[in-house]
C-alpha cells in the first residue's frame, strides 16, 4: 500500500511569510500532484510534476519533486489570504492504472492579515 | 454541464438506513471516480470507472457499499445499511481518459457531505 505523509498538518501565519509543506513516501511515483481544497469544494488541480528533481512555478508557487520519485515539496513565497486552504499531494502509482491517485494526509493552511 | 455535477450537496440519514448519491460528470469524460474524505483529511480512493472495461471495486470498505455507471455517464454510489463511520464527503471526479499525467486532469465536483445519526 503506497503511503503519502504530509507535514505539517496545520500551518497558521501572517501575510507575507513564506512557507513549505513536504508531501514523503517510501514508495516511487510515475507522478506527483499538488491539489487545493477549499471549504464546500472538491480539490483544484494546481500542478503535476513528472521527473525526479522537477521544479515547477506558479506564480508565488514553486513545486519540486524528488529526484528519487518519493517525495515533494511546496514553497509559497510572500503568502496572502488567498492561499487559505487544504493543500493535497497526490501520487500516481509506477504500474497500474495511472489515473488511481493515493492522496496524501492534508496541510491546512491558513493566512491572516 | 461546465464541471461535475453531484447530488445531493448535504444528506443526514439514521444509522441502518440506506442512501444513493448521484455523480454527473463532465459530457464526454470516459474516467470516472469515487472518493470518500473524512473531516479535513485526505482523500480515500473507493472505486473507479472506465468506459466499458469492468471498475476497480479495490477500495470499496465493505459490501455495503457498491456503485454503478450508467450508458458511461452517471454514476450513483450506494451505501446500505448506513452505520456512523460511513458520514464523510463523497467527493466524485472525472477525467477524459486514464493516461499517465500530466496529459490527463481530473476534476473533482463539490461533494456529498454525509451525516449518519
Known amino acids: 500500500t503506497q503511503l503519502l505523509e504530509q507535514s505539517p498538518q496545520f500551518l497558521s501565519i501572517q501575510e507575507g511569510e513564506n512557507l513549505t509543506v513536504y508531501c514523503n513516501s517510501s514508495?516511487?511515483?510515475?507522478?506527483l500532484q499538488w491539489y487545493r481544497q477549499e471549504p464546500g469544494e472538491g480539490p483544484v488541480l494546481l500542478v503535476t510534476?513528472?521527473?525526479?528533481?522537477e521544479v515547477k512555478k506558479l506564480k508565488r508557487l514553486t513545486f519540486q519533486f524528488g529526484d528519487a520519485r518519493k517525495d515533494s515539496s511546496l514553497h509559497i513565497t510572500a503568502a496572502q489570504p488567498g492561499d487559505t486552504g487544504l493543500y493535497l499531494c497526490a501520487g500516481a502509482p509506477p504500474t497500474g492504472t495511472a489515473s488511481k491517485l493515493t492522496f496524501g494526509t492534508g496541510t491546512r493552511l491558513q493566512v491572516t492579515l | 454541464g461546465a464541471g461535475v455535477s453531484q447530488s445531493p450537496s448535504n444528506k443526514v440519514t439514521e444509522k441502518g438506513k440506506d442512501v444513493e448519491l448521484r455523480c454527473d460528470p463532465i459530457?464526454?469524460?470516459?474516467?470516472l471516480y469515487w472518493y470518500r474524505q473524512s473531516l479535513g483529511q485526505g482523500l480515500e480512493f473507493l472505486i473507479y470507472?472506465?468506459?466499458?472495461?469492468?471498475?476497480?471495486k479495490s477500495g470499496l470498505p465493505s459490501d455495503r457499499f457498491s456503485a454503478e455507471r450508467t450508458g458511461g455517464s452517471v454514476s450513483t454510489l450506494t451505501i446500505q445499511r448506513t452505520q456512523q463511520e460511513d458520514s464523510a464527503v463523497y467527493l466524485c471526479a472525472s477525467s477524459e481518459g486514464t493516461g499517465a499525467f500530466p496529459g490527463n486532469t481530473i476534476y473533482f465536483g463539490e461533494g456529498s457531505w454525509l451525516t449518519v445519526v
Open positions: 510534476v513528472v521527473t525526479g528533481g
Open positions: 514508495s516511487v511515483f510515475s507522478s
Open positions: 459530457s464526454g469524460h470516459t474516467a
Open positions: 470507472f472506465q468506459g466499458n472495461s469492468a471498475p476497480d
